[in-house]
């Protein structure tokens, strides 16, 4: 059973736009939920994460907002820029170092010029 | 700053061949991971370790086998590859707070 969910394969968004992404989890034990970005033929790289005692982490164009009661976070990326066409993978995590990190299917975003 | 290179970069083998796939990293980190990339499926841990010789089973395992006997290498092994093994392969390191890791470049496999 999926335990990261993201529903959206894909998603187009003009450049100086706001970009959302949606992740949906079921487990309620995860205590960090993070946010990845895969150009082709490299490997993922972390963007920003957040902790389940908090409900919003900015970081420059980035934010991303968890809400716990519906086991939901999204990422917003404003302004939208070409660099930022790429797959997101959402993740999450237990708070111990040796907890396993699950990952969602991923979204790819393109931004349109 | 973490370092981490995967060799082969890219293999084609035949099915009922085994293959080994290396992840090498140049610090001492202690947790390493092996993930596969599948279009519609994204990222799937197949093993983990959290120290030399101390390794669990992600989601996907079945198939394949891990040994790490010094703290900068993680070997991945198919003992007799299949076409459902046809992937992309990362390796990664766990280098900061909880879930944030690190990932090597890929190593593409095609079982033929």
């Known amino acids: 059973d999926q335990q990261v969910k993201q529903n959206s394969p894909s998603l187009s968004v003009q450049e100086g736009r706001i970009s959302i992404l949606n992740c949906d989890y079921t487990?309620?034990?995860?205590?960090?939920f993070l946010w990845y970005k895969k150009y082709p033929a490299e490997g993922p790289t972390f963007l920003i994460s957040i902790s389940s005692i908090k409900d919003k982490n900015e970081d420059g164009r980035f934010t991303v907002f968890l809400n716990k009661s519906a086991k939901h976070l999204s990422l917003h990326i404003v302004p939208s820029q070409p660099g930022d066409s790429a797959v997101y993978f959402c993740a999450a995590s237990g708070m111990n170092r040796d907890d396993k990190i699950i990952f969602g299917k991923g979204t790819r975003l393109h931004i349109l010029p | 700053d973490a370092g981490i290179t995967q060799s082969p970069r890219h293999k084609v083998t035949e099915t009922g061949t085994p293959v080994t796939l290396r992840c090498h990293q140049t610090?001492?980190?202690?947790?390493m991971y092996w993930y596969r990339q599948d279009p519609g499926h994204g990222l799937r841990l197949i093993h983990y370790?959290?120290?030399?010789?101390?390794?669990d089973k992600g989601e996907v395992s079945d198939g394949y086998s891990v040994s790490r006997s010094k703290t900068e290498d993680f070997l991945l092994t198919l003992e007799s590859a299949t076409s459902s093994q046809t992937s992309v392969y990362f390796c990664?390191?766990?280098?900061?707070?909880?879930?944030?890791?690190?990932f090597g470049e890929g190593s593409r496999l095609t079982v033929l």
């Open positions: 610090e001492n980190h202690r947790y």
């Open positions: 370790s959290y120290g030399v010789k101390d390794t």
């Open positions: 990664a390191i766990s280098v900061q707070g909880p879930g944030e890791l690190f």
């Open positions: 487990n309620s034990m995860f205590d960090y």
